[in-house]
């Protein structure tokens, strides 16, 4: 039978084993439209990992319109949206981003709700470019830009035997509850406590994994324009 779907995101065909990364930075994400674009297909690959596919322009409305994805994506640039993105800065490209909003109430489709004044956040990395401390750059810069934008906390959501949990804790954040198991992911709630984990002075330069990672201010002009 058709599917939707197979119509709508569009594979790309990468040699893993061709691809060299040595460095990357992160950048707040711009409102023009190929950021934004790159965000929702970020935000399908967190939804749906075993689809690591990219996102049709023309198809962009429909896909937010998927309940997986309208929570994230409608109505993106309310007060306490933040997203950045890592790219290459050699050849522009984008290798992942990393997202998180305010949600007034426990969502269906939303994993790791806290309260209505923690942040939930989500990210996903370009398969190729997996295991080379590009999550954890933008972790670390996530939780900076939240914390300087007033937030004492961030929370998410994780299945409990997913490796990705292990490494969020890693990174400061503590399983707030039992293992929902009424679900088959088997999905936990986790939250790390910004106040107590950063510093009030935050430096704009980081190491992660022997790479440089810079996070640009958002005041500076963007790195990414239309063509």
């Known amino acids: 039978m058709y599917n939707m779907l197979d119509r709508l995101i569009l594979p790309e065909t990468i040699d893993t084993h061709t691809i060299q990364i040595d460095a990357w930075r992160v950048q707040s994400a711009t409102y023009m439209g190929k950021d934004q674009l790159y965000l929702t297909s970020m935000c399908y690959i967190s939804a749906f990992p075993m689809r690591n596919m990219r996102i049709l322009t023309e198809d962009e409305r429909i896909i937010q319109r998927l ?54 956040l989500a990210m996903a990395v370009e398969a190729p470019y997996r295991q080379r401390g590009i999550g954890g750059s933008l972790l670390t810069a996530l939780k900076q830009a939240a914390y300087q ?22 990174h400061g954040f503590l399983i707030q509850n039992t293992p929902d198991t009424h679900t088959p992911y088997n999905l936990v709630t986790m939250s790390i406590d910004l106040v107590s984990t950063l510093s009030s002075t935050l430096m704009p330069y980081y190491k992660a994994e022997n790479q440089t990672m810079k996070l640009l201010p958002i005041s500076e002009e963007p790195l990414f324009s239309e063509e």
Not at 83 to 110: E, S, Y
Not at 158 to 164: D, L, T, Y
């Open 149 to 170: 934008q007033g937030y004492g906390a961030l929370s998410l959501g994780v299945s409990a035997s997913n490796h990705a949990s292990s490494f969020y804790q890693q």
């Open 67 to 120: 309940p997986q994805i309208a929570p994230w994506r409608n109505d993106w640039g309310r007060a306490g949206d933040i997203a950045l993105i890592a790219f290459d800065p050699n050849t522009q490209k984008r290798l992942g981003a990393i997202w998180c909003r305010l949600f007034p109430a426990m969502d269906d489709f939303v994993a790791g709700f806290y309260d209505q004044h923690t942040p939930v």
